[in-house]
């Protein structure tokens, strides 16, 4: 964990930096997500990073906890928040390993390009349908990258090695899903834009 914090700590600036990958893909997984909030709702984000996403939908919950192993990316997403004057989104340096919530505790959960990036993600997907209420979506974009460039399983690793790249996990989309319903959600909304482009699902706790 310490070594992943280091990583993004050292990248924070950068990835703060960079636009959006997919734009138009982001602004379509903005719209299904707002589908299923409400001013009602209490929120978890995971790996918010540098707060973009909590900070758009904040407007439209009761309150966002958001949370991040890397202090760096989230002095960025609480200037940002105090900027923009929002007042509904805490921020808190935790992995989602070593979160204590309690159960049933979250309306919505919200884990973006993350779960590819965890050691254990059957473990976390598990904790996540423990802390939502009945009802509860778990809204999810990952790269899939099982069966994508078998090249990049060499790449990855080694740049990993040298501090260059993060832990990277790979499994395919449909992985994902049979680990979701396995846990107990019910695949409510699925959509790739394109082949290789992160699959966004929002999982419904049944
Ligand atoms: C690729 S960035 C994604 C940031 C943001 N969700 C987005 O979509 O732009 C991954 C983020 O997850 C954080 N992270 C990595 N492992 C984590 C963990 N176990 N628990 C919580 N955050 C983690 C990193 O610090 C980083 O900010």
């Given at each position: 964990m310490a070594q992943q914090s280091r990583f993004w700590n050292r990248h924070a600036k950068g990835y703060a930096k960079r636009?959006?990958?997919?734009e138009a893909s982001y602004q379509n997984k903005l719209a299904v997500t707002r589908g299923y909030l409400n001013l009602d709702m209490e929120v978890l984000e995971f790996?918010?990073?540098?707060g973009t996403t909590a900070l758009t939908l904040a407007?439209?919950?009761?309150h966002i906890r958001a949370i991040d192993i890397s202090a760096k990316m989230l002095e960025i997403a609480r200037a940002k928040v105090e900027s923009a004057g929002i007042g509904n989104v805490t921020f808190e340096q935790s992995g989602i390993d070593d979160l204590n919530a309690p159960d049933a505790a979250y309306d919505a959960v919200m884990g973006h390009s993350i779960l590819h990036l965890l050691d254990d993600k059957e473990a976390v997907i598990a904790e996540v349908y423990r802390m939502l209420k009945p009802g509860g979506v778990f809204v999810s974009s990952t790269?899939?990258?099982?069966?994508?460039?078998?090249v990049l399983r060499v790449i990855l690793p080694i740049g990993r090695f040298f501090g260059l790249l993060p832990l990277v996990k790979f499994f395919t989309a449909a992985e994902l899903e049979r680990n979701l319903t396995d846990a107990g959600?019910?695949?409510d909304h699925r959509w790739q834009p394109e082949k290789d482009k992160a699959v966004f699902i929002v999982a419904k706790k049944v």
């Amino acid at each position: 964990m310490a070594q992943q914090s280091r990583f993004w700590n050292r990248h924070a600036k950068g990835y703060a930096k960079r636009p959006v990958a997919d734009e138009a893909s982001y602004q379509n997984k903005l719209a299904v997500t707002r589908g299923y909030l409400n001013l009602d709702m209490e929120v978890l984000e995971f790996g918010c990073g540098t707060g973009t996403t909590a900070l758009t939908l904040a407007p439209l919950v009761r309150h966002i906890r958001a949370i991040d192993i890397s202090a760096k990316m989230l002095e960025i997403a609480r200037a940002k928040v105090e900027s923009a004057g929002i007042g509904n989104v805490t921020f808190e340096q935790s992995g989602i390993d070593d979160l204590n919530a309690p159960d049933a505790a979250y309306d919505a959960v919200m884990g973006h390009s993350i779960l590819h990036l965890l050691d254990d993600k059957e473990a976390v997907i598990a904790e996540v349908y423990r802390m939502l209420k009945p009802g509860g979506v778990f809204v999810s974009s990952t790269a899939c990258l099982g069966g994508t460039m078998p090249v990049l399983r060499v790449i990855l690793p080694i740049g990993r090695f040298f501090g260059l790249l993060p832990l990277v996990k790979f499994f395919t989309a449909a992985e994902l899903e049979r680990n979701l319903t396995d846990a107990g959600f019910q695949i409510d909304h699925r959509w790739q834009p394109e082949k290789d482009k992160a699959v966004f699902i929002v999982a419904k706790k049944v």
